[in-house]
Every structure is written in structure tokens, then in C-alpha cells.
């Protein structure tokens, strides 16, 4: 464990160096922990795959008493604090055109596209953290015959709802933004929607499913999606 400063408003909580269940484990418990005990002048925390940024109000409490705060903690940071996961089943359709990577994808992987999409669907993924834009998660628990190098030169712009793979993560990217992971296909749901009462779909720590869905089906449930409250 080892803490480092950002800036004079936050502290870096370390529990690791490795991406790994058991440090997000602990990083989400500890979370969780400060959440509940209402720790002192702490006002955000942002989790990582291995570390937990604390954010503070330096008029409430100084550096040191936080940091000793936190320590006390880390020792009860384990699975049996948290409460149970959340499992999320996501549509996803594989179409070509939503899917415009999978062809070059299965290629590079020398699969057939249909094993592709079958190895894909058939994981569970754990999110470890919200990151990158708002609501975009950052997942593992791919095959690891499935695992594959980021794209040599990212794209300037993502769909919104598109399904991706890169190294050993999985990713939906929740606006349209830039990106380097391989797109497979495309959840019609909504990740993120700035005016709702819960503005992120997916939280730390859910276990996501994926199911294949038809283009017919995607076209209806985004049509859904768009026309009122998700």
C-alpha cells in the first residue's frame, strides 16, 4: 500500500501494481468502506484497477490524519464487505456494419467470424472501473484465445454503444469518442445519459453478459431507447 499525493486537493490510495480481481477487490471494498463511514472531508472517490483516488477538502482535514484514516481501513478491504454484484445482461448485436471491425478482427485472430462472436458472448466480464469517458466501462474476463493487440493507429471517432476488444480488456464506449479497440458489435442500450436519475448504466464491480441479438431486434430496442426513459 503506498500513498502519493495529486495535487493538494486528492491522494492516490495504491493496493497494487497488477490488473488483477483481488486488487480491484480491495480497491472496491475500500471504496465502499469510506462511503459508508462517512470518512472526514473526503467528498469523491474514483476507482482504478489497482489504486483509489481520494478526493478531500483540505479545510476539513489535513493530509497526514486522512491518509492514517484510510489505513485503518484497508485492513477490513475485502469481498466480504461489499454487497452482492449486480449481474447485467447486455444485447449486443454482431452485424457487419455496427460490427466493423469483427471481419478484420476474427482475421487477425485466424478464427472464423461466427466462433468469434461465439467466444465473445459466451464470457463473463467484471467491470473494474468507470473510465476514460463518463460511463464507459473497462472490462476483463475475455478468452484468452480472443486476446488481441489494440488497434496500430486509433480511430478519431467511436459510435456511441459500440462493443470492443484490445489486449486482454473489453470496453462499450459510452459516447462517441476516439479509440483503439476492435469493434465486435453494438449494445441499442444507453451507458450513459447525463439527465437521468442513475447517469451511468454500469457501476464497479457488476458482472456483464452478453446476448446476441438480430439487427431487427438491435433497430427496435434502440428505437425504444431513444423515444423515452431507459
Known amino acids: 500500500m503506498r500513498f502519493l499525493p495529486a495535487g493538494d486537493l486528492a491522494v492516490s490510495v495504491e493496493l497494487g501494481q497488477e490488473i488483477s480481481v483481488d486488487v480491484n477487490t480491495r480497491v472496491r471494498a475500500l471504496e465502499f468502506l469510506i462511503q ?33 484514516s484510510i489505513a485503518e481501513l484497508v485492513p477490513q478491504a475485502t469481498t466480504g464487505v461489499l454487497p452482492p454484484a449486480r449481474t447485467v ?4 448485436c454482431y452485424d457487419a456494419e455496427l460490427g466493423f471491425d469483427l471481419e478484420a478482427a476474427a482475421g487477425r485472430l485466424a478464427l472464423p467470424v461466427d ?50 476488444i484490445g489486449g486482454i480488456q473489453c470496453c462499450i464506449y459510452s459516447v462517441e469518442s476516439p479509440g483503439g479497440f476492435w469493434i465486435l ?33 438491435f433497430d427496435a430496442i434502440a428505437a425504444a431507447v431513444a423515444a423515452g426513459p431507459w
Open 36 to 68: 459508508q463511514k462517512g470518512l472526514t472531508g473526503v467528498v469523491e472517490t474514483v476507482p482504478t484497477f489497482s489504486s483509489l483516488l481520494v478526493y478531500y477538502d483540505p479545510r476539513a482535514i489535513a493530509y497526514e490524519p486522512l491518509c492514517a
Open 115 to 164: 466462433e468469434l462472436v461465439r467466444l465473445h458472448a459466451s464470457a463473463e466480464y467484471l467491470v473494474y472501473f468507470i473510465g476514460f469517458t463518463p460511463g464507459l466501462p473497462y472490462m476483463t474476463g475475455m478468452p484468452e484465445r480472443i486476446n488481441i493487440p489494440r488497434l496500430d493507429t486509433p480511430r478519431t471517432k467511436t459510435p456511441p454503444g459500440s462493443v470492443g
Open 89 to 92: 445482461e447486455l444485447p449486443c
Open 185 to 217: 458489435g453494438r449494445t441499442p442500450l444507453r451507458l450513459y445519459d447525463a439527465d437521468a436519475a442513475e447517469p451511468t448504466l454500469l457501476r464497479p464491480g457488476d458482472r456483464v453478459r452478453f446476448r446476441p441479438i438480430a439487427r431487427a431486434e
